[in-house]
């Protein structure tokens, strides 16, 4: 069965410090990682995905994310947080066995950033 | 390139009744599925159509219900309206089926539905 799990419901941080949002999760396969943005009034956006080529993957923004199997997770960071960045984060898992597919969504990291 | 077009943006309806959403794929893109976000339960997902056909499907009851036509344009109907169906209902375009895996998934802004 897949789950995710954000561990922050909420994350501030003064801008130009560093962003960490963490991300645990569980699958019965190997899944597919992402994580989505969004910002206030406005649809997902796709930062990155994780599809088993390299555990560190780099996505738009300057953000990344490091896939670990042993410790099932996979954490978004970015070194220097801008004001732009504030908006909610979604970690989600997706995986496709045979012909059907499943998508799980985290609870989402609300991130604020003080100027 | 135009993106991901929900229509309408917002919606009020009561109680018992039904409503329809639009979503407008990107150009070339044949799959569609749908999500609903609210404060309590999050992200959910409905449902996937791909070249007219469900491909995939959530755990939502029977009232909510879809369909694609031929130029990959999606509707979502929701039957009986109830309190708790308050939401954003948001979309989502692909190249390929697979709600994400095999091509990217490109979100629409969303219709906003407030059940009164």
């Known amino acids: 069965a897949q789950s995710v799990t954000q561990l922050d419901s909420h994350v501030s941080v003064s801008e130009g410090t560093p962003v960490l949002l963490r991300c645990n999760y569980s699958s019965s396969y190997s899944p597919s990682l992402f994580w989505y943005v969004q910002h206030p009034n406005k649809g997902l956006q796709l930062l990155l995905k994780y599809t088993s080529a390299a555990t560190l993957v780099k996505g738009i923004n300057g953000f990344e994310a490091e896939f670990k199997k042993s410790e099932t997770s996979f954490h978004l960071t970015k070194p220097s947080a801008h004001m732009s960045d504030a908006a909610e984060y979604f970690c989600v898992v997706s995986d496709q066995v045979s012909s059907a597919s499943k998508i799980i969504f985290g609870s989402g990291t609300r991130l604020s950033i003080r100027p | 390139k135009a993106g991901v077009t929900q229509t309408p943006r917002y919606l009020i309806k009561t109680r018992g009744q039904q409503v329809t959403l639009s979503c407008s794929p990107i150009?070339?893109?044949?799959?569609v599925s749908w999500y609903q976000q609210t404060p309590g339960q999050g992200l959910q997902f409905l449902f996937e159509y791909f070249s007219e056909t469900q491909r995939n499907k959530g755990n939502f009851p029977g009232r909510f219900s879809g369909r694609q036509f031929s130029n990959s344009r999606s509707e979502m109907n929701v039957s009986t309206l109830e309190l708790g169906d308050s939401a954003l209902y948001l979309c989502?375009?692909?190249?390929?089926?697979?709600?994400?895996?095999?091509?990217?998934?490109?979100f629409g802004n969303g219709t906003r539905l407030t059940v009164t």
């Open positions: 989502a375009s692909s190249l390929q089926t697979g709600l994400g895996v095999n091509s990217p998934l490109h």
């Open positions: 150009s070339g893109h044949r799959s």
